[in-house]
């Protein structure tokens, strides 16, 4: 499970005079561990000659052949799921961390100074990170939801009315007075937990679950940055109910609040179009805006794909055309286009979304808010 700590692990790393060597190895579904292998050790090819360099000082050689070694070995061990691998590596420093993301981004291989996080983050911010709290009036559970995967990462009891007998030698009032006390205590106690959770992980939204007669006493506590993160509730049975089925329910209000923030995001895409502001519509008007690093976010059609043409060294995207306008070098073709849009957007430091939700991007494929406006022969929305 890729986690905060892990992230933030890797963005604030230095070499401190050690190269980082940054990998992004692309795992097509049904991709053969050869296949894998092959595609990744050429990707290795070029970063071979800094091993060797004379340029570079004793101790980076070192470093980077450690590098490579390392990720040879993973290639015959590991078995990454379809999507993205990148893998950060420095020996000297003793970095090495594999992050799996599920889509595909650009295959590169980057040495730097500092790990080359961008792609990653750009993907990773697609997915919304949830902190999940089950409570009772006693006992509380806390999960962090990522990507369909579900860790505990804290859980606590505390004193209630022991017994029966207890209750029944004090007034009613002084009963109910003392219950209130305790439950109001643990559900501060809980609420520190989630503040504490949310400023070391910055969890993107939170979701409630228990009984329906306590979740409302507890949302009406909760400070209100706290609770303007809440992306709903459910009703569940805290003693009884599986981490299973609490993955599940959670899940399902996750994908509904990430389904109505695609719909807004659409929304606001089209209204920018519709009232002259900088925007683009359509595949032809996100290519044209792509090469000049017009596009601020990118979105992105579920499924779409389009072949089309690329130059790799201009950059110039379009759907047809033998040869680029910007440089005169030769195309290359490429069974989507879409992709390399994607890509293209990221490397210029901007955003990308895919959109499930059903909105009118189905009628454009790809849609995009610039970040300045174009002349009216590079956008025609």
């Known amino acids: ?36 292998h092959t595609r990744m050790m050429s990707l290795l090819d070029q970063v071979r000659t800094l091993a060797k360099d004379q340029a570079l000082g004793h101790q980076s050689r070192l470093s980077v052949r450690a590098d490579i070694e390392h990720i040879r070995e993973a290639l015959g061990t590991r078995r990454w799921p379809p999507g993205t691998v990148a893998i950060f590596s420095c020996s000297g420093r003793d970095l090495y961390e594999e992050i799996p993301l599920p889509r595909r981004v650009r295959e590169r291989v980057v040495v730097d100074a500092t790990p080359f996080a961008r792609p990653m983050l750009a993907v990773l911010s697609e997915y919304h990170r949830a902190c999940v709290l089950v409570i009772d009036k006693a006992s509380a559970r806390v999960w962090e939801l990522d990507q369909d995967e579900m860790r505990e990462v ?23 007075n003392k219950e209130e006390e305790l439950v109001k205590r643990h559900f501060r106690r809980a609420v520190k937990v989630l503040e504490t959770l949310q400023q070391t992980d910055g969890y993107d939204t939170v979701i409630i679950g228990g009984h329906d007669y306590e979740v409302p006493e507890f949302l009406q506590i909760l400070p209100a940055e706290l609770r303007n993160r809440v992306a709903g509730t459910f009703s569940v049975d805290p003693a009884t109910a599986p981490p299973a089925e609490i993955r599940d329910r959670a899940r399902s209000i996750l994908e509904r609040y990430e389904r109505e923030e695609e719909q807004r995001l659409v929304s606001a895409v089209l209204e920018k179009a519709a009232m002259g502001e900088p925007a683009a519509l359509g595949l032809e008007s996100c290519l044209r805006a792509a090469p000049v690093a017009a596009i601020k976010t990118l979105l992105v059609q579920e499924g779409a794909i389009a072949p089309g043409v690329v130059c790799d060294q201009s950059g110039w995207l379009a759907l047809t055309g033998d040869t680029c306008p910007l440089c005169g070098n030769p195309t290359r073709r490429t069974p989507d286009v879409i992709d390399e849009l994607v890509a293209a957007v990221i490397d210029e430091g901007g955003s990308a979304r895919h959109v499930e939700a059903d909105t009118k991007l189905s009628e454009y494929l790809v849609a995009a808010e610039l970040r300045f406006p174009l002349p009216p022969s590079a956008v025609s929305p």
């Open 1 to 36: 499970m890729i986690t905060a700590e892990t992230v933030n692990r890797i963005l604030k790393f230095h070499g401190n005079g050690l190269p980082v060597v940054s990998l992004y190895g692309r795992i097509d579904p049904g991709a053969s561990p050869r296949e894998v």
């Open 154 to 176: 804290s859980a606590f009891k505390d004193r209630v009315l022991r017994k029966p007998d207890y209750a029944a030698n004090l007034a009613e009032d002084r009963v109910r």
